[in-house]
């Protein structure tokens, strides 16, 4: 059991040795979405590029408020405007800009107009409903980093500052292969005894969409070594990195490791993980790989927990973009036994009145992927830890996962 490495140490060290891959590419800014900004944008105007009113309503002097004004301009958004003659208030509209002269907007609930002139009834303050130039992004502020993963309101702030295009990293193209000779695709008829259908290409290929990764499907490959030796080199020859699942624990038919061995080296195996322990990484020539376990839940267990950050390490992502935010609710399920490898149950977090809590998948084995696409989280339970209900667990959303 002690050879088995702690979650965090094994991610250090991936992490340690990933070296970005990506190239910085322009694209349209409409694509953009989901890909890794490749420059530090800086805005070249300051947004709202005036003062503008936030109310429908009369633009005016506070200290001219206490008695009737004649409205000497109307103005809309999208309009022209006058400075405001001393003594008068103008009409306004939501977005418009606020004329010179005029240091408040009084909203037209507040307001009387009447032949011509406007009285205000509510009271006033200095500065209300006057959005300020620049009060969203200054002229010259930083407004977006290199590093950041667009996301679709990244979107419209690079477009408020005048942006259509962007430098985004060109997406890494990522080979997915998968042993097993048992496998069958799904859509190539019924399954004979002790076959089962290749689910975990299609969960990799959506993880690996969901980053905005390029797929370089490699399909089934058989549990033989020469088989996997010459799938392990065609893949890292066409792509940035290479996962594979299945074939890494320490069954005679599990051929990757030796033959990653074989043509590069591997890095680390096994991990203090469950689901998922028999992970590996390694290179594969240059080129990094991961063997991810068989077991559809350990696949999309290890893939968001390992590979993710390791994927988007290698894309140009910010450090803050590895490490999904964790919060910490009720478990409304117990963990009798402490476990010596830091397990990720599935779990359904929800509030049904008093608060989050999280309640238990109640099959947690590693091949039961229905535990997944019925649960709404991870929660984390460290080595050597019990939880009795009511206790606070750490969870992972899965919305931020994938
Ligand atoms: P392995 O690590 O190769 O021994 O596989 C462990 C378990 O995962 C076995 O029950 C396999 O049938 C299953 N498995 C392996 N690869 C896949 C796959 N691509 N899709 C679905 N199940 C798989
Ligand atoms: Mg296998």
Redesign the pocket.
Known sequence: MSSLLPVAEALGRILAGARSAAQVVERPLIDALGLVLGENVVSPVAVPGEDNSAMDGYALRAADAGSPMPVSQRITAGGGMAPLAPGTAARIFTGAPVPPGADIVVMQEACREEGGRVSVVGPVAAGQNIRPRGQDIAEGAPVLSRGRILRPQDLGLLASVGRDTVQVYRPLRVAVL???D??VEPGRGALQPGQ??????FTLAGLLRALRLELVDGGIVADDAQATAAALQGAAAGADCVIT?????V?EE?HVRAQVQRLGRLDLWKLAIKPGK?LAFGHIGDTPFIGL????TSVFVTFCLIARPFLLRLQGAADEELAPPGLTVRAAFAVERPGTRQEYLRVTVADNGDGPEARLFPNQSS?VLSSVSYSNALAVIPPGTTVAPGDGVDVLLLDTLC
């Open positions: 998968a042993t097993g048992e496998l089962g259908y290749n689910s975990n290409r699942s299945g074939g890494v624990s069954g599990d028999p376990p068989g077991n559809p091949g």
